[in-house]
């Protein structure tokens, strides 16, 4: 388990240090989750080690919610001041990753051609 979550760390570490080289606008560890994910395809497969390092971290993952609620309740008084911005945002997101992932997904069930046209 420690070396999995060394691999974990290790990777975010990596696409940490991408982003601070190349002025990336992508935050570090989505960089790194990237380089994961292409290294495990480019292998086959999920070690046994990594997939129940993750399934834990997964199984804790509420807990990770307490930073943020801890910190919209320190910055009551800006959140409240900026609520409609934010409520806007926060819907306006949620309807695109909902549109992206539909027209993903119907991508994937016609066999990869977006518009079902076979081409």
Do not use: C
């Amino acid at each position: 388990m420690l070396g999995a979550l060394t691999t974990l760390l290790i990777y975010q570490l990596i696409g940490e240090v991408l982003v601070q080289m190349l002025a990336l606008p992508i935050p570090g560890p989505v960089i790194g989750m990237m380089l994961l994910f292409l290294s495990l395809w480019v292998k086959g497969g999920i070690p046994a080690a990594l997939h129940d390092t993750a399934n834990g971290i997964l199984q804790h993952l509420s807990l990770l919610f307490v930073p943020a609620g801890v910190g919209v309740m320190v910055h009551f008084a800006r959140v409240s001041g900026e609520w409609l911005p934010i409520l806007v945002a926060v819907f306006v997101s949620t309807a695109l990753a909902i549109a992206v992932s539909a027209l993903t997904m119907q991508a994937l069930m016609r066999g990869g051609s977006p518009r079902g046209d076979g081409k």
